[in-house]
């Protein structure tokens, strides 16, 4: 993939090749930094002329990811993090490359030798690796908890898919399809049960009326108070 990372003001932007891309985009996301898509018919200097006209936004933008940054665990050889059945083990390694797997309950991360394990790239290969993890486990849990709260409750719903999203709990389609977010691994039953819950209501009632909220409190109890309970949550925050 074609990329260049250049100093604008100070600040590291990386620019990346985007075959998909139909416009120029520009990303601000924790231990990831800058990064500028460029659709196949932009050039490079280009997409350097449109992020300095934008840098403004760059600069206060990236003043706020860093300050979230702050809320976010900061992984090292001590750290002692487990999800529901995996745990971490992060190791020096003699090899060249960075690279991590999950098997056999273990979230391994092997970290070459020189490189500091605070590294943004370290870091992000970690948050990766834990995620695929929750992805292994919820793919494992989800889809069953789904059948079993709709058949206890009576709804009825087409297909449960769960994936890597950051900015949903969980949706439902028109088609009643339930999409559930990996990082509801993160959370206790009682709030994965609501959100299901939640969902599968949404196969009846596709708002948020009263009519919604009187059908979500018959199956979950105190639905308001459980709401809340999962908004402090922070999708993104680990």
């Known amino acids: 993939m074609e990329e260049q990372v250049l100093d604008i003001e100070g600040i590291n932007i990386t620019f990346f090749r985007s075959q998909k891309a139909k416009s120029l985009n520009i990303t601000i996301k924790p231990f990831t930094g ?38 976010f665990t900061v992984f090292d050889y001590d750290t002692q993090f487990k999800t529901r059945s995996h745990h971490l083990q992060m190791k020096e390694s003699s090899d060249n ?21 605070h590294d943004k790239s370290v870091q992000l290969e970690v948050r990766r690796a834990i995620e695929r993890a929750w992805l292994k486990e919820g793919k494992g849990y989800l889809p ?17 898919t769960v994936r890597n999203s950051k900015t949903r709990w969980g949706s ?20 994965v049960d609501y959100v299901i819950l939640h969902e599968l209501t949404h196969t009846k009632v596709k708002n948020h009326s009263k009519d919604f909220w ?25």
């Not at 990064?35 to 206060?60: C, H, M, N």
């Not at 439902?172 to 039953?189: A, F, G, K, T, Y």
């Open 97 to 117: 490359d960075l690279h991590s797997s999950v098997r056999n309950n273990t979230i391994a991360v092997d970290i070459p030798k020189g490189m500091k394990v």
């Open 144 to 160: 069953e908890r789904v059948k079993y709260l709709a058949d206890k409750h009576n709804f009825e719903f087409s297909k449960v």
């Open 34 to 71: 800058v990064r500028v898509s460029v659709p196949r018919f932009v050039s490079f200097k280009k997409a350097k002329e449109v992020a300095q006209q934008r840098i403004g936004w760059i600069k206060l933008n990236l003043s706020r990811m860093q300050k979230s940054e702050d809320l």
């Open 172 to 191: 439902c389609s028109v088609d009643n399809n339930i999409n559930l977010s990996l990082h509801l691994m993160r959370l206790p039953d009682h709030l």
């Open 214 to 238: 009187q059908l979500l409190d018959q199956v979950s109890g105190k639905a308001k108070k459980l709401d809340q309970e999962v908004k402090q949550n922070g999708i993104q925050i680990y």
